[in-house]
């Protein structure tokens, strides 16, 4: 097995925790109470004080087999975009409607990715969480 099918292997499914949390932020969104931080013409991070928590939760319970989560968000995006990946290592969680990535592949609800992705879709909510390896003593 090579290490990128170890990696993708090490994040193949989420926990029922983590999978918990994230109906609470899809919960906090349909209620509208999350604001819109940066908003540009092509989307925006949404924001609250009870999404920021989940957030955190979420972070927490997927910082997993030497990986912690370096960064998290919630945004939304109008028509796709193009997702960078600075650590190389990154989770990202569709929230609603379908998307797909370029080249033709589907998003699913939990996606693990080693690349830079283009993500086609209109009105996307997701989590884009990045990863990096957890230092050892």
Not at 57 to 72: D, K, R
Request: charged residues 25%.
């Amino acid at each position: 097995m090579t290490q990128i099918e170890s990696q993708q292997n090490t994040f193949k499914e989420i926990s029922d925790q983590a999978k918990a949390v994230v109906g609470r932020i899809k919960h906090i969104i349909a209620e509208g109470s999350v604001g819109k931080k940066g908003e540009a013409s092509s989307g925006w991070e949404l924001s609250s004080k009870e999404l920021d928590q989940e957030i955190r939760t979420l972070s927490n319970e997927l910082s997993i087999n030497g990986y912690t989560v370096y960064n998290c968000k919630v945004c939304h995006l109008v028509r796709g975009g193009i997702i960078q990946n600075r650590t190389g290592h990154q989770i990202i969680i569709l929230l609603n409607r379908n998307a797909t990535f370029l080249p033709k592949k589907p998003l699913l609800s939990f996606h693990y990715t080693t690349q830079i992705e283009r993500l086609l879709g209109d009105n996307v909510d997701l989590i884009i969480m990045s990863l990096r390896k957890s230092e050892t003593c």
